[in-house]
């Protein structure tokens, strides 16, 4: 099995969609990624694909926010949407797109990468879980760039 982790290009979209309805089990995910990839950002979306023996098996991305500072708002990351076919999933692919998604966000000189999801998953895979909050639906979770932790 070759797997390779690369920059997504305008050619695979229709291949991430597949992932993504495949992963997630409905055309949610797919047509957020869509809105999410034409969405004006200061900072620019950086997605990846995960190829297996030439098959897109799996796709991240990281896209724009904001964080509601006391003093301003700043621009942050968000990992969403993570997704691996079904039929390739525990076999490291989400591990290995996970690092590709954190040390992209630390080449950009995102001061903090969050994201909505599992504790379980993402606590091994180099995110803190942040406080528990009344309004949150979902688990948060955020990562300080090596550069200034
Ligand atoms: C979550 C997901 C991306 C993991 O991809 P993957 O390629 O299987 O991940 P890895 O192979 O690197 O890691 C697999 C391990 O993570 C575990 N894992 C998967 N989802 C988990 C979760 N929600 N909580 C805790 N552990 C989880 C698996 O049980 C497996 O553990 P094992 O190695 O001890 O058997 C994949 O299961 C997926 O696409 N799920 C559906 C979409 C989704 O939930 N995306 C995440 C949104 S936050």
Do not use: K
């Not at 691996?84 to 990468?113: F, K, N, S, Y």
Request: hydrophobic share 45%; aromatic share 4%; charged share 20%.
């Amino acid at each position: 099995m070759t797997v390779t982790v690369r920059p997504e290009t305008a050619d695979d979209e229709a291949a991430v969609a597949h992932v993504h309805a495949a992963a997630f089990g409905d055309d949610l995910v797919p047509r957020l990624v869509d809105r999410l990839r034409e969405r004006p950002a200061p900072l620019a979306p950086q997605g990846f694909v995960a190829v297996v023996d030439g098959e897109i098996a799996g796709h991240v991305m990281n896209t724009a926010s904001w964080l509601d500072a006391p003093r301003a708002l700043v621009d942050v990351l968000v990992l969403s949407p993570l997704g691996v076919l079904p039929r390739h999933q525990r076999r490291g692919l989400g591990t290995l797109l996970v690092a590709t998604a954190i040390e992209a966000a630390d080449q950009a000189g995102a001061p903090l990468l969050f994201l909505e999801g599992d504790p379980a998953y993402y606590r091994e895979r180099g995110f803190q879980p942040g406080e528990p909050s009344a309004s949150a639906s979902r688990a948060c979770a955020s990562r300080t760039p090596r550069s200034r932790s």
